[in-house]
């Protein structure tokens, strides 16, 4: 097994972990995220973290890279200026967009603003049926006249949209050749390229979100390998997916889109795989400096879904933001993390968050000129992290400073500086706790049964607050917890994912037509691993269909057996109708109704072996005692607690809280009425009571 590097870009820091399971050399390092250029930041932490391992840049085999810079471009709306070229009298398609007001009753509401102004968006003569006749030919001068209109006017991405072309694409397809030949250089996006599925106005708000980040990706990969390489590093670069699988730069610079929500899934995955096997029912809980993520992992699993929202007006309410049809890992994101300000709202309560410090200026204990009260300077106060050792020692907290912007808030709420460090805290972790709330409530669970894993700078630290709100006895904390995204990363297997119109009624559907829809999917999948050179070792092909009884509007999807499948058209149509009845009772507790079954989209998931690693054990011995106690705050009142240093404990220790472990990434807090054991695996089980 090679060398491998993972580069996980966040908001606040970026992460680097070095992993050499042949050799046993490792190491991890955590870097401010340069905003102004992510570039610089990741290779200042590749050059750090390969002179800490002793390793050279030419034995690297692999690098696997995540990043939040293409959701953020669009969120904060820094990507291209964007173009859409639609059928003539279809325009307007992304503004109309459901006709639904997300909040009926809300009279200030902002639906979610496409990303192609009104000016951009233009149409051409054309005209295709659902069954395939055409009844107006493109008409490619109009086309061209469009485009360089659209050029003229500042435009440096192009969306192509027309009716239908989820099952009839060559009007698009001959679009794009042709204004390829004509603008040499600018990014053409067909929404029929990206997403094959019905609904015009899903699949061209995928499609110019893909075209409205694609010459951001263009040149951030470009630039990116071209450094890597000037540093020595001639290995492949890999970028992690929403789904938590891998591709190669060549298709991520297509499908730039596919990445949105690559950081995220890093976190997922890595809880799924450092809990181990033995977990079945994990609640993943991923707190980092700007966001916190929660996941639910089942079976070693966590689930994918096949859209998302991205951009929302309101975070927690479906229709508020711009639909994205790509497979992505389901979880549920809020602006909660260790950068998130503090403030007193206009009634006089205390509000923490959305909005964030980052990395630049950052949190005012960074000493980098911050000034605003934030989760980390709280947390600084409360006694739950150490100033000399933060960042594994790297960026040194200013105690005084946070003191002065968390006094300053407590002067304004009329309370003590300390009960408004608790308060700041408490509020972010019950913000944290009512997401997760939503998220188990909408899949119909109940979280007691679940274990908590913390991963991120910030998990481990507000993980015991949130289990207790939550009802959760047991938390895992995996080794190196605040670089556990990329270190999960490593692990990912490469995946590719296609999807195709089928829009046809079940007992229409002959096996020879289905085995031909799904082969043909399987080998346009199969194309993009063997491109990428990932093509080797076992691989394992998943089939579904979105399927729906005849009437419903909406789809859901349906596992469907392995191939092969019977010859016989009547075999094959029982086989769906079965997996379709299971599927309908286990999302609806009741049999679906007698009437046909309609086969919306054909699905194929293509999936490699994950890449082997050695997660890090625990080390054998006698048991550390901790030396030193420190004063925190729990439930805001101040107790003395015991601190720990992670890699001095073995496996076996046990130790009761209240507690602290400190490593060099992050700190895990046990409060009282808990304790916490080191499993052979090396993670941290903490019990409470």
């Given amino acids: 097994m090679s060398i491998a590097l993972g580069v996980d870009i966040g908001g606040t820091f970026t992460d680097l972990v070095l992993h050499d399971p042949a050799g046993g050399r490792s190491a991890n390092l955590k870097v401010l995220t340069t905003h102004a250029d992510p570039v610089l930041g990741i290779l200042d932490?590749?050059?750090?973290?390969?002179?800490?391992?002793?390793?050279?840049?030419?034995?690297?085999?692999?690098?696997?890279?995540?990043?939040?810079?293409?959701?953020?471009?669009?969120?904060?709306?820094?990507?291209?200026?964007?173009?859409?070229?639609?059928?003539?009298?279809?325009r307007d398609l992304l503004q109309i967009g459901r006709e639904r007001r997300y909040e009926l009753?809300?009279?200030?509401?902002?639906?979610?603003?496409p990303l192609v102004p009104a000016a951009l968006r233009l149409e051409v003569p054309e005209r295709v049926k659902a069954d395939g006749t055409v009844l107006v030919p493109l008409d490619l001068a109009a086309l061209e006249a469009q485009a360089d209109a659209a050029v003229a006017a500042g435009a440096q991405s192009l969306a192509i949209l027309f009716l239908h072309s989820d099952l009839h694409p060559a009007h698009e397809e001959a679009a794009v050749a042709h204004l390829a030949a004509r603008h040499p250089g600018l990014p053409v996006t067909a929404s029929s390229a990206i997403v094959r599925e019905v609904r015009e106005y899903d699949r061209g708000s995928t499609a110019t979100a893909n075209a409205y980040v694609a010459p951001l990706a263009e040149r951030y990969l470009a630039r990116l390998g071209t450094e890597l390489a000037a540093l020595g590093i001639s290995a492949p670069?890999?970028?992690?997916?929403s789904n938590g699988g891998l591709t190669h730069v060549a298709e991520a610079r297509r499908a730039p889109?596919?990445?949105?929500?690559?950081?995220?899934?890093?976190?997922?995955?890595?809880?799924?795989f450092l809990a181990g096997p033995a977990e079945e029912r994990l609640l993943a809980f991923d707190l980092g400096g700007t966001t916190a993520k929660l996941c639910v992992v089942e079976k070693g699993e966590p689930e994918i879904v096949f859209g998302f929202e991205a951009a929302r007006q309101a975070r927690f309410i479906e229709g508020s933001g711009l639909p994205i049809r790509i497979s992505t890992v389901d979880l549920i994101e809020i602006g909660?993390?260790?950068?998130?300000?503090?403030r007193r709202d206009t009634i006089g309560l205390l509000k923490v968050g959305p909005d964030s410090a980052g990395s630049e200026p950052g949190p005012a204990s960074y000493g980098r000129g911050g000034t605003q009260p934030t989760v980390t300077d709280a947390n600084l106060l409360l006694g739950y992290l150490d100033p000399a050792s933060f960042a594994g020692g790297s960026?040194?907290?200013?105690?005084?400073?946070?003191t002065r912007a968390i006094g300053a808030l407590a002067d304004a709420l009329g309370i003590t500086a300390e009960d408004a460090a608790w308060g700041i805290h408490d509020v972010a972790t019950e913000a944290m706790?009512?997401?997760?709330?939503?998220?188990?409530?909408?899949?119909?669970?109940?979280?007691?049964?679940?274990?908590?894993?913390?991963?991120g700078g910030g998990g481990p630290v507000h993980g015991y607050h949130l289990a207790r709100k939550l009802g959760i006895r047991r938390m895992i904390v995996p080794p190196e917890a605040g670089v556990a995204s990329a270190l999960g990363m490593l692990a990912a297997p490469p995946r590719v994912d296609r999807v195709a119109s089928l829009s046809r009624r079940l007992y229409s559907c002959t096996a020879a037509f289905l085995n031909e829809a799904f082969a043909s999917l399987e080998a346009t999948a199969r194309g993009v691993l063997a491109d990428s050179l990932l093509a080797g070792g076992a691989l394992t092909v998943g089939r579904l269909v979105d399927a729906r009884c005849v009437g419903q509007g909406a789809h859901m999807p349906v596992p469907l057996p392995p191939a092969p499948w019977p010859e016989e058209d009547e075999a094959v149509r029982a086989l769906i109708r079965d997996a379709f009845h299971t599927a309908y009772v286990a999302r609806y507790s009741r049999p679906p109704p007698p009437v046909p079954i309609e086969l919306v989209h054909a699905r194929v998931v293509l999936r490699g072996a994950p890449h082997g690693l050695l997660p890090p054990a625990a080390l054998a011995g006698a048991a550390a005692h901790a030396g030193r106690h420190r004063r925190i705050v729990v439930d805001g009142k101040a107790v003395e607690a015991?601190?720990?240093?992670?890699?001095?404990?073995?496996?076996?220790f046990t130790a009761a809280g209240p507690a602290l472990v400190e490593e060099s990434g992050s700190t895990l807090v046990v409060g009282p009425a808990s304790q916490f054991s080191v499993l052979p695996s090396g993670n941290i089980l903490v019990e409470l009571s």
């Fill in 336 to 342: 909660a993390g260790g950068g998130s300000i503090a």
């Fill in 257 to 272: 889109v596919q990445l949105l929500e690559s950081g995220p899934a890093a976190g997922a995955l890595a809880s799924a």
């Fill in 642 to 652: 015991a601190v720990h240093r992670r890699g001095a404990l073995p496996a076996g």
């Fill in 395 to 402: 960026l040194p907290l200013d105690r005084d400073s946070a």
């Fill in 237 to 241: 670069l890999l970028l992690m997916l």
């Fill in 105 to 113: 009753y809300d009279l200030q509401l902002r639906p979610p603003e």
């Fill in 45 to 90: 932490g590749t050059r750090r973290v390969l002179a800490e391992a002793g390793v050279a840049p030419r034995e690297v085999g692999r690098v696997v890279h995540a990043t939040t810079l293409f959701t953020n471009a669009l969120i904060e709306r820094k990507g291209a200026v964007t173009a859409l070229i639609t059928t003539s009298g279809f």
């Fill in 433 to 455: 706790a009512s997401a997760a709330r939503t998220h188990l409530a909408e899949r119909g669970r109940d979280s007691a049964g679940f274990t908590l894993v913390c991963t």
